[in-house]
């Protein structure tokens, strides 16, 4: 409940009486601050009149005051200069690093807005919110959704951009392990991923021309030679692993079928990853060099990719990699150059989608679904509804 206490002095939901210190001074809330999510005192440069005197500093939020001391904030001095505790509860008082006895406010948690939240977190239909979006300015709509794919193009460049630290710079490796994640989609993604770490690119390079001992090798390091039901494979793979000493392989255990149509089964999709590695039509600078989203599928185009399944690797490889190539290099551009490919493609189609578009949110591109992905997945899955602009707006309605 200490969230919906932040909440409730973050947005000065605040008693309609005057605010008093518990030792009788008014407080007057000019701002409250900028919300701080990282380590640190919870609200950054509020600014607070006390009395007669104007304080320009943090402010710290508990539950209850002992809450100070239960987490060690008066032995670390970074809470030094707390200018203002608020608390539901003041059961103690409160003492800085530094020795300094802070004012503290008690505020009460109105019942209406715990009322609505509980609603919100109670609720088992989806969106939680679905009462309030459809009356929403469609211009609040567009730039919270505009917000969501910022943070989904942040959120899955970052992991682009762990991979290429990971491997020292190896953007070859970063790209391939982005690729072979999206070859996996959701089912076997973090399978997929394990394998695009292993595979020996250095052995494969020195077999390129050959599609044989490619497969091979992919099918190999993948633990799926038994699905491919050649006995030439398996004794190729066996000369490959000595030649260039060669230990780590997946288990077959490892993927998943169960469910999933024959073509999406791994071994076929790894087969497939193997034509394009030798194709070379998706490496790094091919994607950067292609010009539009019709060029980007020829740099997919092999035997069994569909151009579904080609748009989605572009939305699920090409996109994340440019964005965070632009990033990597400050190349605004670049990352302008990933979000306009969004906005050509057309929006991916399933159940949770039609569901906001019955909300009356407008799911035509790939930049509107990609949007409504993080919304789900980052607030509505973990019932963090008090950092959503829609459930911001479903609260006012309560309070």
Known sequence: MEKLLH??????????????????????????GQNNLNAGPDFFNAKIRIGQTMWVGNVEVHLRSSDWYRHGHDQDAAYDNVVLHVTQNADADVVTHDGKLLPQVVVAIPDALRQGYDELLTTMDYPRCFRVVPELPSLLKMCWMDALLCERLMDRSERVLRRVEETRGDWTRALMVTLAR????????????????????????????????????????????????????????????????????????EWRYLRTRPQNFPHVRILQLAQLYQSGSAELSKLLDAKDVP?????????????????????????????????????????????????????????????????????????????????????????????????????????
């Open 7 to 32: 909440y409730a002095w973050k947005y000065r939901i605040l008693p309609l009486q005057q605010l008093l210190t518990t030792d009788g001074q008014e407080v007057e809330v000019l701002d409250p």
């Open 182 to 253: 999206s070859f996996g989609f959701s089912l076997n993604g973090d399978a997929f991923e394990r394998w695009g770490r292993i595979l020996p690119l250095h052995a494969a390079g020195k077999h390129r021309d050959d599609i044989f001992q490619l497969n091979a090798l992919f099918l190999g390091t993948a633990g799926l030679l038994a699905k491919a039901h050649d006995e030439r494979l398996t004794k190729e793979y066996a000369y490959l692993a000595h030649k260039f000493t060669l230990n780590e392989a997946l288990e077959e255990s």
């Open 295 to 399: 060029a980007l599928r020829q740099c997919f185009a092999v035997p069994g990719v569909s151009k579904a399944t080609a748009d989605l690797l572009i939305i699920n490889t090409v996109v994340p990699v440019l964005y965070a190539y632009g990033r990597y290099h400050n190349d605004e551009r670049m990352q302008d150059r990933a979000t306009e490919l969004l906005q050509q493609l057309k929006a991916e189609d399933n159940y949770i989608l039609r569901q906001w578009r019955a909300c009356g949110i407008t799911v035509d591109t790939a930049a509107d679904s990609q949007a409504l992905i993080q919304l789900k997945r980052e607030y509505c899955d973990r019932k963090d509804c008090l950092r959503c602009r829609f459930g911001y707006e479903f609260l006012k309605k309560k309070y």
